[in-house]
């Protein structure tokens, strides 16, 4: 079964290195500002042309109440008035954008991330979505993934029956822990009763899928409290599960400054977490997806790595890796083509550029032929456990083993180790390390020991 772990504790505390999560490849630290707004006319053109499907992502920055643990890109504020000016921008980029693209080409995905998307009022909500339906092909008959993420405190059964209205389907609900000296910790003081409402009320709207996230290694948890949250969670039977470890980086998020950082459990109580939640989501029927997600066996991310057809992008596990994705909003990010670009992570900066009727394009990256293979095997290692070099060596016209024979002693080593399966013709990823895949993806990284590490989350 491709679900199949094997918890192997020495292993882990031996591989268990920080390292990127590779939502892409090359990852976002290697952006620079060499790329803008040619570069993405050029590559909207190429898209146009060879009328690619779309998937599309919105960023909604703002949120009423800051959570200490949050790394996003987020603007706390009270004041919703907020919302409108920024809404007038992100109208004039969606335009901007849409006019390069063919008003033919379908947007299969579309996801609102935030930030609280639903920090925007019912009024706001529809006129973005009238708006997105102006200037994109957006599907009408219930057949795209559409999904946006929730905060329970910010959404009740009326914005649920709204956003099903406007053609939302799939909804992701930060939940994160039920202890409520957990949630006083981390300032996000979120009932069950809140949830479930949610919850209940997506299900008797026919949303056709519900994800809940998790995350393991915040202060004041321990694996007896963090291990009533997923059994209370499983009781809530949503579709799919993020199980996140908390990354403690004060340095660089400072709303992390507020956390004590002498409540925050030991690297072996975060070890035991994670251990009990594998075995109580696999006892109760959820897959191992690989990178901290879980789903029902009848999920579509399920189905997809049963069938070798599961991808990766800046939204995580997906069935949609053959759209371009188009970014809008402020720190928004497109892949479209080779070609990765970054909107300004400024509120006020990309406000200021659309004002001017310009895009806010700030950096990116056009991935070399390079890339392209690296990002091709670590796509395929990631999301399919395996990888089978006649594969590579049709799609690049290369000699796999030739041309990556300065890494075969790291892995023949993970070989001995049990992580992997190595032979002439294939690299299997054990039951051992399925729980490290970022590890052995990050032997082919190229770009890996130029930046600190430091700048990653570690592997478990």
Known sequence: MLDAIRWDTDLIRRYDLAGPRYTSYPTAVQFNSQVGTFDLFHALRDSRKAQRPLSLYVHVPFCANICYYCACNKVITKDRGRAQPYLQRLEQEIQLIACHLDPTQKVEQLHFGGGTPTF???????????????????LDNDSGDYGIEIDPREADWSTMGLLRELGFNRVSIGLQDLDPAVQRAVNRLQSLEETRAVIDAARTLQFRSINIDLIYGLPKQTPENFARTVEEVIHLQPDRLSVFNYAHLPERFMPQRRINSNELPTPAQKLEMLHR??????????RYIGMDHFALPDDELAIAQEESTLQRNFQGYTTHGHCDLIGLGVSAISQIGDLYCQNSSDLNEYQNILATSQLATSRGLQCNADDRLRRAV???????????FSDIEQAFNIDF??????????????????????????????PAGRLLVRSVCMVFDAYLEQHSRQRFSRVI
């Not at 925007?120 to 957006?138: W, Y």
């Open 401 to 430: 083993q030739g041309y990556f024979g300065d890494l075969w002693p790291q892995l023949q080593d993970m070989a001995k180790d049990g992580l992997i399966e190595l032979d002439r013709d294939r690299i299997t990823i054990l």
């Open 277 to 286: 939640t594998i075995e109580q989501l696999i006892t109760a029927g959820y």
């Open 120 to 138: 925007l009022s019912h009024d706001e909500l529809r006129q973005l979505m009238a708006h997105l339906r102006k200037h994109f092909n957006l």
């Open 378 to 388: 670590i796509q395929q290692l990631i999301c399919t456990f395996s990888l089978e």
